[in-house]
């Protein structure tokens, strides 16, 4: 099998039935079939370790998943590690914080959890401080104006930094970050701060657009960082626990066979920040979502059958980074979008949750498929989530339903 991504993927058509989708919730109580996660058979639940009761860190990673799985990559030169190291060593982050400071810190963090260097840890405590500077000078936070993704990214983003530089950090460090972070859940949890109703929508919580999982994934981030920490995070953790099983999971249930409504350039903005919620949940506090819908774990091979036979260029431009094309007929997409790597965060997560069954390997193949790697500035999740060892497998299907949006991807061949 040839690796040229041109040849090993044939004719792709897709065809788009009818699209019909509820806009708030909650919705009505639909009929669940409970689907394993990896390994939920043997029930074992997710295979990624989770936190001892308090530690940190324990949000996405643990320190047995640092030890077990990163160090070892780390030490075996893998590319996904070469890639982020060249990144962090070469003053990347600094120099991509103005307009992706989460990445950037993120990518500091794990070089420091990966290494034990203090130096990475002192440049993300610098980028974190500009970062809080942020989030208290935003009009969300101020009330000088509504809530907005850029806002909620910026606290998702401080409340992984306070959890994964949590032992590089002061004790007055935490207690700042803790009340900045608990400042703003306030004011996310605030209807009359939702001044655009991006969040509420007559009393009711939005579950198809991409504002709404990056609220959740910014409350949720916050209430397992903060918890145990915080005297009221307990509230806060209940809150997102039952808006992510009420509304989410029932959305996502609705949507089978992996589709999203919105299409895929607001899919990827608004499926990472989900796919990461359902994560945190696992690896704080052992309680699996992944088994309550088949979803998650169909949306690894929609996502495959999405893209294109063909390679292409971000922005359409020269200078772009090297993508994989996808339909932009489907929702309201534009073409050659760098949220397509946000999609492919999503992708490299989502095979590890389900490390082993088919819709993982196919996945694990694709991604072996060039471009096989991901811009620098995301490089971080590479070396996450994807496992260089395994090489996957082409599907044996050539195509693929979502009967309720009713989209059809057809192939010639793969």
Same mark, same amino acid.
């Given at each position: 099998m040839?690796?040229s991504?041109?040849?090993?993927y044939?004719?792709?058509?897709?065809?788009?039935?009818?699209?019909?989708?509820?806009?708030?919730?909650p919705?009505?109580?639909l009929?669940?079939?409970?689907?394993?996660? +990896?390994?939920?058979?043997d029930?074992?639940?997710?295979?990624?370790?989770?936190a001892?009761?308090?530690?940190?860190?324990?949000?996405?990673v643990?320190?047995?998943?640092?030890?077990?799985t990163?160090?070892?990559?780390?030490?075996? /030169?893998?590319p996904?590690?070469?890639?982020?190291?060249?990144?962090?060593?070469?003053?990347?982050?600094?120099?991509?914080?103005?307009?992706?400071?989460?990445?950037?810190?993120?990518?500091?963090?794990?070089?420091?959890?990966?290494?034990?260097?203090?130096?990475?840890?002192?440049?993300? *405590?610098?980028?974190?401080v500009?970062?809080?500077? +942020?989030?208290?000078?935003?009009?969300?936070?101020?009330?000088?104006?509504?809530?907005?993704?850029?806002?909620?990214?910026?606290?998702?983003a =401080?409340?992984?930094?306070?959890?994964?530089?949590?032992?590089a950090?002061?004790t007055?460090?935490?207690?700042a =970050?803790?009340?900045?972070l608990?400042?703003?859940?306030?004011?996310? +949890?605030?209807?009359?701060?939702?001044?655009?109703?991006?969040i509420?929508?007559?009393?009711? #919580? %939005?579950?198809?657009?991409?504002?709404?999982?990056?609220w959740?994934?910014?409350?949720? %981030?916050?209430?397992?960082?903060?918890w145990g920490d915080?005297? /009221?995070?307990?509230?806060?953790?209940?809150?997102?626990?039952?808006?992510?099983?009420?509304?989410? #999971?029932p959305?996502?249930?609705?949507?089978?066979?992996?589709?999203?409504?919105?299409?895929?350039v607001?899919?990827?903005?608004?499926l990472?920040?989900?796919?990461?919620t359902?994560?945190v949940?696992?690896?704080?506090?052992?309680?699996?979502?992944?088994?309550?819908t +088949?979803?998650?774990?169909? *949306?690894?091979?929609?996502?495959?059958?999405?893209?294109?036979?063909?390679q292409?260029?971000?922005?359409?431009?020269?200078w772009?980074?090297?993508?994989?094309s996808?339909p932009? #007929? #489907?929702?309201?997409?534009e073409?050659?979008?760098? %949220?397509?790597?946000?999609g492919?965060?999503?992708?490299?997560?989502?095979?590890?949750?389900?490390?082993?069954?088919?819709? %993982?390997e196919?996945?694990d193949w694709?991604?072996?498929?060039?471009?096989?790697?991901?811009?620098?500035?995301?490089?971080?999740?590479?070396f996450?989530?994807?496992?260089?060892?395994?090489?996957?497998?082409?599907?044996p299907d050539?195509?693929?339903?979502?009967?309720?949006?009713?989209?059809?991807?057809?192939?010639?061949?793969w």
């Open positions: 040839t690796r991504f041109l040849k090993t044939a004719l792709t058509l897709v065809l788009l039935l009818s699209v019909s989708a509820g806009l708030l919730a919705l009505a109580p009929p669940v079939t409970l689907t394993p996660a +990896r390994a939920q058979e029930g074992d639940g997710v295979p990624l370790p989770v001892g009761l308090g530690a940190h860190p324990r949000l996405l643990t320190s047995a998943y640092v030890q077990e990163l160090k070892p990559r780390a030490l075996a /030169e893998s996904g590690w070469a890639a982020l190291l060249a990144y962090v060593d070469s003053g990347g982050p600094e120099e991509d914080a103005d307009w992706i400071p989460g990445s950037a810190l993120r990518s500091l963090a794990v070089a420091w959890m990966v290494t034990d260097e203090l130096d990475y840890a002192q440049r993300a *405590r610098v980028l974190m500009d970062l809080v500077n +942020r989030v208290e000078n935003d009009p969300g936070m101020t009330g000088a104006g509504g809530l907005d993704g850029g806002f909620m990214e910026n606290v998702a =401080l409340a992984i930094a306070y959890d994964w530089l949590y032992h950090l002061t007055d460090d935490r207690a =970050l803790r009340d900045t608990w400042r703003a859940s306030k004011r996310l +949890r605030n209807p009359a701060a939702d001044t655009d109703s991006v509420w929508l007559d009393g009711q #919580i %939005a579950a198809f657009g991409n504002y709404d999982p990056r959740l994934w910014a409350l949720t %981030a916050t209430a397992l960082a903060l915080h005297d /009221e995070a307990g509230t806060l953790v209940e809150f997102c626990r039952v808006t992510l099983t009420d509304t989410v #999971i959305a996502l249930d609705l949507q089978d066979g992996g589709a999203w409504a919105e299409g895929p607001y899919g990827f903005i608004a990472w920040p989900k796919v990461q359902a994560l949940w696992w690896t704080a506090t052992s309680e699996n979502y992944f088994d309550d +088949r979803w998650w774990y169909d *949306r690894l091979a929609y996502d495959l059958f999405l893209y294109h036979p063909a292409t260029l971000t922005h359409n431009e020269d772009g980074d090297p993508m994989h996808y932009s #007929i #489907i929702g309201d997409s073409r050659y979008h760098p %949220a397509v790597f946000y492919r965060a999503q992708d490299v997560l989502l095979r590890t949750v389900f490390a082993g069954f088919d819709h %993982a196919w996945m694709f991604l072996s498929q060039p471009p096989d790697f991901m811009p620098s500035w995301l490089a971080v999740e590479e996450l989530w994807r496992d260089p060892a395994n090489p996957g497998t082409p599907p050539r195509t693929w339903t979502a009967p309720y949006l009713g989209h059809v991807f057809m192939r010639s061949n």
